[in-house]
């Protein structure tokens, strides 16, 4: 594997297609690292494990995170949400337990030295059951992790940062580490991501470079608009002046969800320069 420089440029990309054709893509975007996406209804046998495995050798790539997403997720508003992603609904947590373990010991066979998901809305108040339900599958994650020899990373943005950091000090393991995106703090309208970047600083392992405008004040439970890299309202340049300032080195992983492939790949290509400009 390449040695990685700080700061570098990475993608978010998702597994599914065949592994080789899917590196050479990224690879193509002008990236050597990234984070891999793995949808709910992805296999996650040995073959697969080992087809990316060869993969990243023989393109030399580095697979930083393996991120969790989950069957029967839907990102369409607020509410949707709060209904249906990560583990807070009930009917679904012990499948997505299963699942997360599945994909950490997927990750472990690929090198993966960390995996991810969006955990859903964390409730604020410590007593709700739906808070006790998610610190404890949390914490189960994170030694089932721990003894892969890997860290467990929480998204950002469905909560307020000190909601999240208070969540997350009360798990309490040692290598649970948070993905910071600075988008999601916008699109889903929970603070300046910035100032949220600072507040999380100690426990950021990964972030996603990901751009996006607020919300409409006038439509409650709307989210915000994903934009491409520069585009939005996160500003880049003070965004990577950030991570320069918090000290933070690894990768920068570009994230772009829009249905049009190509223009996913475009407006990635235009993010990577972007980046490669900022961090320079
Ligand atoms: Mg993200």
Same mark, same amino acid.
């Given at each position: 594997?390449?040695?990685?420089?700080?700061?570098?440029?990475?993608?978010?990309?998702?597994?599914?297609?065949?592994?080789?054709?899917?590196?050479?893509?990224?690879?193509?975007?002008?990236?050597?690292?990234?984070?891999?996406?793995?949808?709910?209804?992805?296999?996650?046998?040995?073959?697969?494990?080992?087809?990316?495995?060869?993969?990243? +050798?023989?393109?030399?790539?580095?697979?930083?995170?393996?991120?969790?997403?989950?069957?029967?997720?839907?990102?369409?508003?607020?509410?949707?949400?709060?209904?249906?992603?990560?583990?807070?609904?009930?009917?679904?947590?012990?499948?997505?337990?299963?699942?997360?373990?599945?994909?950490?010991?997927?990750?472990?066979?690929?090198?993966?030295?960390?995996?991810?998901?969006?955990?859903?809305?964390?409730? +604020?108040?410590?007593?709700?059951?739906?808070?006790?339900?998610?610190? +404890?599958?949390?914490?189960?994650?994170?030694?089932?992790?721990?003894?892969?020899?890997?860290?467990?990373?929480?998204?950002?943005?469905?909560?307020?940062?000190?909601?999240?950091?208070?969540?997350?000090?009360?798990?309490?393991?040692?290598?649970?580490?948070?993905?910071?995106?600075?988008?999601?703090?916008?699109?889903?309208?929970?603070?300046?991501?910035?100032?949220?970047?600072?507040?999380?600083?100690?426990?950021?392992?990964?972030?996603?470079?990901?751009?996006?405008?607020?919300?409409?004040?006038?439509?409650?439970?709307?989210?915000?608009? +994903?934009?491409?890299?520069?585009?939005?309202?996160?500003?880049?340049?003070?965004?990577?002046?950030?991570?320069?300032?918090?000290?933070?080195?690894?990768?920068?992983?570009?994230?772009?969800?829009?249905?049009?492939?190509?223009?996913?790949?475009?407006?990635?290509?235009?993010?990577?320069?972007?980046?490669?400009?900022?961090?320079?």
């Amino acid at each position: 594997m390449p040695a990685l420089k700080p700061l570098e440029v990475g993608v978010m990309f998702w597994a599914g297609r065949p592994a080789l054709e899917t590196v050479r893509e990224v690879k193509g975007l002008g990236v050597i690292c990234g984070q891999l996406g793995v949808a709910g209804n992805t296999p996650l046998d040995l073959a697969t494990a080992a087809s990316w495995k060869a993969a990243l +050798e023989q393109e030399d790539f580095t697979l930083v995170t393996v991120f969790a997403a989950y069957n029967g997720e839907d990102y369409a508003d607020a509410p949707t949400v709060q209904r249906t992603v990560g583990f807070i609904p009930p009917a679904t947590r012990a499948e997505r337990l299963k699942r997360t373990f599945e994909l950490s010991d997927w990750g472990k066979a690929l090198g993966v030295k960390s995996i991810a998901c969006h955990i859903g809305f964390v409730p +604020e108040d410590h007593t709700h059951p739906d808070y006790l339900a998610v610190r +404890e599958m949390v914490r189960l994650v994170c030694d089932y992790a721990a003894a892969n020899g890997q860290t467990f990373a929480l998204e950002t943005g469905q909560e307020p940062a000190h909601v999240l950091l208070d969540f997350f000090k009360d798990v309490n393991r040692a290598n649970l580490r948070i993905n910071f995106d600075p988008a999601n703090m916008i699109l889903y309208g929970t603070g300046d991501p910035i100032e949220a970047l600072q507040v999380l600083a100690p426990h950021v392992i990964s972030v996603h470079a990901k751009d996006g405008k607020w919300p409409p004040k006038d439509v409650p439970g709307s989210l915000g608009t +994903e934009y491409p890299l520069g585009q939005g309202d996160v500003g880049m340049e003070r965004f990577v002046a950030k991570l320069k300032e918090i000290g933070y080195t690894n990768p920068m992983n570009i994230e772009r969800e829009v249905p049009d492939h190509q223009q996913r790949l475009r407006d990635i290509a235009g993010g990577v320069e972007l980046l490669h400009r900022l961090r320079a």
